[in-house]
């Protein structure tokens, strides 16, 4: 019983509102197992049942299930470079608040001791409904959950000492994930790559990330740095990237790729930068177009060879990724399937744009681990 008391509140979960004889079909239970299930999980605070909207077809008619109103919720965080955004999620995925703040040019120290002030104020509101915490972080994390985030300066951070001493106790799952990783699982889920037995994704920033997910799962690495395809040498083998390699693919499709084609020097905000550019692409500027033809057949090739490596059958873009599908689809596609085998070019894995925002992709993604990992625990 236990074991379909879980499956069924994941199958709520990933499909809120479903009717109560969908899930019983789901879960393949007869009705009356599916009323027993139901009836405990709602004596225990965790579903409520709701009238369906009428189908106009004959029969008992059935009722939806969704999360209780004053059920479990999960506190997912998302901290960027510049700033920090906290969301309480409630099964289902829907959002029941939301808070955030700017960080900018803050070393680590001040950001954590903000967040946990923050975290401190909600618990006194929310209190024993926040179950477990999902973070989601601009660099490596480790196994251990510690963070190395060069580009931000902070190193070695342990991420565990985000919570305030107070919620010891109260949250007894904690999970934490590199942005562009947990980004790929929630499009994996909610986005565009849902139903993707192979999926990629890949986000482009202040450099380039992404992760590879399988059945719902992303690929972690034994040192939490997969996804790091940025640093495959699919660039120019003339260019030094900060990370200490040469050729790295990230230097030759983000913001500074395009700069040194343009002759400009390194831009101070990169992402900003190549927006601009891009836009001016985008209006017929022929210098601009230039170069962004040029970034997108790198980032075309890239995606042909991580397409050739991991035979994934779709690909998701995010951040600029998604300004460049916008703009240059043309030069993206002819590089895509140029660099394919011959096994791939009939049907070509879709490049699609992700349909998670750069700010929703990480945060949904932090909340979505943070579900998965709290579920077994409630029943």
């Known amino acids: ?29 007869g009705t009356g197992a599916a009323t027993e299930l139901v009836t405990k999980l709602s004596r225990a605070s965790l579903l409520v049942q709701a009238p369906a909207a009428p189908s106009g077809s004959r029969g008992r008619p059935t009722t939806v299930l969704l999360p209780h109103p004053t059920g479990p919720l999960v506190l997912a965080l998302a901290i960027t470079h510049e700033t920090w955004r906290i969301d309480l999620v409630e099964l289902g995925g829907a959002t029941a608040a939301s808070w955030s703040q700017r960080h900018a040019a803050t070393g680590w120290d001040e950001v954590r001791a903000a967040v946990t002030a923050a975290i401190s104020t909600i618990l006194i509101e929310y209190g024993p409904r926040i179950r477990a915490a999902g973070v989601s972080v601009p660099g490596t994390v480790s196994r251990t959950l510690h963070l190395d985030a060069s580009t931000a300066g902070w190193h070695d951070v342990d991420l565990t000492t985000l919570w305030p001493a107070e919620a010891a106790g109260v949250v007894g799952v904690f999970v934490a994930g590199n942005d562009a990783t947990l980004a790929a699982t929630a499009e994996s889920r909610r986005g565009a790559a849902a139903g993707a037995s192979v999926a990629l994704h890949l986000r482009i920033e202040a450099g380039l990330g992404g992760a590879v997910v399988e ?22 083998p003339a260019i030094r990237c900060p990370c200490g390699a040469s050729g790295c693919w990230g230097t030759a499709v983000d913001g500074t790729a395009l700069a040194r084609l343009l ?20 209006r017929g500027d022929e210098a601009e177009l230039a170069a962004v033809r040029a970034v997108g057949a790198a980032l075309g090739r890239g995606i042909a060879g991580l397409v050739n490596g991991l035979d994934a059958d779709l690909v998701t873009l995010g951040g600029l990724g998604v300004d460049l599908l916008t703009t240059v689809p043309e030069s ?18 879709p490049v699609l744009p992700a349909t998670l925002g750069d700010d929703e992709g990480p945060i949904a993604g932090a909340a979505e681990e943070a579900w998965s990992a709290l579920l077994p625990h409630l029943t």
Do not use: C, K, W
């Open 263 to 282: 002759n400009q020097p390194p831009p101070r905000d990169e992402v900003t930068y190549a927006r601009r550019v891009i836009t001016a692409a985008a």
């Open 332 to 349: 993206i596609e002819a590089a895509y399937r140029d660099g394919l085998m011959l096994i791939h070019r009939d049907a070509p894995p």
């Open 1 to 29: 019983m236990t074991t379909r008391s879980t499956e069924l509140l994941r199958v709520v979960h990933h499909r809120p509102g479903v009717t109560r004889a969908d899930a019983a079909r789901l879960l393949g239970v």
């Open 215 to 236: 059945n719902g799962r992303p690929v972690i690495g034994a040192r939490g740095a997969a996804g790091e395809f940025g640093h495959m040498p699919f660039g120019d």
